[in-house]
T-cell receptor
């Protein structure tokens, strides 16, 4: 069975500094990996997805993630944090089968201070 | 272009009651999945509907059931509500293959008293 582990429950950064949210995955298959963001009392918005094409994936709002098979990692980065980036971030894995069951990590709360 | 819409946004029920939550998928999407998100947790997969049939189910009891209509909209029904069913219930829709992203609604916040 596939799973993801988000290594930090909370990450605090200052506005304008880089963001790193860490995620390790476990999958018997070549996985599809996603990062979703959730703002308070809102649903989930897709930031980016990896589906076995380029290992460096660019997403919305300046975020990107790098798939490293040797390290089973899919860390999310952004060069410069903005106050509006404060939210909960979920690393997600699914199997590339005929239907898509998403398995979510426990989430990382990103706090951005002025 | 409307995204995924869910109703109601909030709901309060008491233990033992039954509840129905509704979801309209994004235009052009034919597959609907439901997730339960307890406070402070990541969403957990309940089940997925395609062509009006449940085609995969997560680790949830039979008290949780669903339906998909010919227009692809969907309902989630929960019977004999327990305090532990208090959560945000999210609906997601997609089209095409397994590598297509799921689009989420804003959810229904269900509180059980």
């Amino acid at each position: 069975a596939q799973s993801v582990t988000q290594l930090d429950s909370h990450v605090s950064v200052s506005e304008g500094t880089p963001v790193l949210l860490r995620c390790n995955y476990s999958s018997s298959y070549s996985p599809s990996l996603f990062w979703y963001v959730q703002h308070p009392n809102k649903g989930l918005q897709l930031l980016l997805k990896y589906t076995s094409a380029a290992t460096l994936v660019k997403g919305i709002n300046g975020f990107e993630a790098e798939f490293k098979k040797s390290e089973t990692s899919f860390h999310l980065t952004k060069p410069s944090a903005h106050m509006s980036d404060a939210a909960e971030y979920f690393c997600v894995v699914s199997e590339p089968t005929g239907f898509q069951k998403l398995v979510f990590g426990t989430g990382t709360r990103l706090l951005v201070s002025p | 272009d409307a995204g995924v819409t869910q109703s109601p946004t909030h709901l309060i029920k008491t233990r033992g009651q039954q509840v129905t939550l509704r979801c309209s998928p994004k235009s052009g999407h034919d597959t609907v999945s439901w997730y339960q998100q307890a406070l402070g947790q990541g969403p957990q997969f309940i089940f997925q509907y395609y062509e009006e049939e449940e085609r995969q189910r997560g680790n949830f009891p039979d008290r949780f059931s669903g339906h998909q209509f010919p227009n692809y909209s969907s309902e989630l029904n929960v019977n004999a509500l327990l305090l532990g069913d208090s959560a945000l219930y999210l609906c997601a829709s997609q089209t095409g293959g397994a590598d297509q992203p799921q689009h989420f609604g804003d959810g229904t916040r269900l509180s059980i008293l």
